[in-house]
Nanobody, 114 residues
Framework: LQLVESGGGLVQAGGSLRLSCEAS????????MAWYRQGPGKERELVAC???????EYADAVKGRLTISRDNAKKTMYLQMNNLRLADTSAYYC?????????WGQGTQVTVSA
């Protein structure tokens, strides 16, 4: 069971990125999926989550700018990030959760420059 993130990079403030999280070895459709992030010297925090029927929740800091989605057929989750801010600079982690089962990706770095 593996989650692999991609799509991170360096972007100027106001720019956009799209993160992807590809799953293998699991029936992704039954899991609640989420993106977390952890900035330097900070605790890991929830950015957004999407459940098995597509209902979403967002952290207040990203509402209206970041959009989470999933394609169960492709076993992939996405995070479209628009109007990025300096404060969005973090390592972003993919998570899949179902009861006692909890899986994490290795993370992808997003750096927003002025």
């Amino acid at each position: 069971l593996q989650l692999v993130e991609s799509g991170g990079g360096l972007v100027q403030a106001g720019g956009s990125l799209r993160l992807s999280c590809e799953a293998s070895g699991m029936w992704l459709s039954i899991y609640t999926m989420a993106w977390y992030r952890q900035g330097p010297g900070k605790e890991r925090e929830l950015v957004a989550c999407i459940d098995h029927v597509g209902d979403t929740e967002y952290a207040d800091a990203v509402k209206g700018r970041l959009t989470i989605s999933r394609d169960n057929a492709k076993k992939t989750m996405y995070l479209q990030m628009n109007n990025l801010r300096l404060a969005d600079t973090s390592a972003y982690y993919c998570n899949a959760e179902l009861g006692v089962w909890d899986y994490w990706g290795q993370g992808t770095q997003v750096t927003v420059s002025a």
